[in-house]
């Protein structure tokens, strides 16, 4: 894993976001690196998206537009990186859009470090003010690289959890996609996958610098989805069991994984669903309990 990055394959799934893709799409035009691929997948969206699209159809050779039926945002990354010709690939949503200098930061620090995986900050922004949420100032900014044992250890507990989590604002080395596929039919998808690409690389860095803007927009699939969907506990089992085996630092995921087992259980109570569910995170509750298991 040696060779210099050079085209990015930049991967777009496109869902009802019509009124957002032209800012998305553009923003990745106006790139100041220049060596990249932009695949934009419509995913069957029965909104304007397509309409909105096919503006930039003939704008810019690096731009290539795919229509098909609705499989779902995993499928449309998965088939983005089938097809993608770049030694590097970068996800972004279709309502969001990035920092002129986004993909050339990450760059240049790949480079520098002959890093795996580069992983930029976010900034919010809210679509219902128009206005920004920053949560990093310039005085926070820094640069630093991991082993994948020193990334587990330090930020898997930390405050920045959720970022280090999503798909997106990150470059990954299209090698670690040999294998690694974004499941299907299930949300969250990114919980279940951005871990793996971790576990597989050799070196990771972390650019404490915003370079994506995510938008809060109170009508995505995401932000209408039943808090307790977006706290899946299987995800946790599978990290937790991959770290045990190869003999990496659990502590973090442990402890994220016993508070997802209370929330599920006051969530499913509160629900009124007492069911198999509930009566599972109970018992472990239980046994964690009876043998003592205490977060630190």
């Not at 553009?26 to 060596?35: A, G, K």
Request: proline share 4%; net charge negative.
């Amino acid at each position: 894993m040696n060779e210099k990055a050079t085209k990015i394959s930049i991967i777009i799934p496109v869902y009802n976001v019509a009124p957002y893709i032209k800012k998305c799409v553009e923003s990745v035009l106006h790139q100041t690196y220049m060596d990249i691929e932009i695949i934009v997948i419509n995913d069957g969206s029965p909104d304007d998206s397509m309409s909105v699209l096919e503006q930039f159809k003939d704008m810019d050779e690096r731009l290539r537009i795919i229509s098909w039926p609705n499989h779902g945002v995993s499928a449309a990354r998965n088939l983005g990186i089938e097809i993608a010709t770049g030694g590097f690939v970068f996800f972004l949503d279709g309502d969001d859009w990035l920092e002129n200098n986004c993909i050339e930061r990450l760059v240049c620090e790949q480079n520098r470090e002959n890093s795996d995986v580069v992983v930029g900050n976010y900034h919010r922004f809210r679509d219902s003010t128009g206005s920004f949420l920053v949560h990093v100032p310039k005085e926070k900014y820094f640069t630093k690289s991991y082993t994948p044992a020193e990334w587990f250890r330090d930020y898997e507990d930390s405050t920045e959890a959720l970022l280090f989590t999503i798909v997106c604002g990150k470059l990954y080395r299209k090698a670690l996609f040999r294998n690694v596929r974004y499941p299907e039919g299930i949300r969250m998808e990114d919980a279940y996958t951005t871990y793996l690409t971790y576990l597989l690389a050799d070196r990771i860095t972390f650019i404490n610098e915003p370079l994506y803007i995510y938008r809060i927009n109170e009508n995505s699939i995401m932000r209408s989805a039943p808090e307790i969907k977006k706290e899946p506990i299987d995800c946790l089992e599978e990290e937790c069991m991959l770290l045990n085996m190869i003999g990496m630092d659990t502590k973090a995921v442990k402890k994220l994984y016993y508070k997802r087992l209370i929330f599920h259980k006051e969530s499913l109570m509160k629900s009124g669903d007492i069911g198999n569910n509930y009566h599972k995170v109970s018992s472990y509750l239980e046994i964690l309990n009876k043998y003592g298991y205490r977060p630190d």
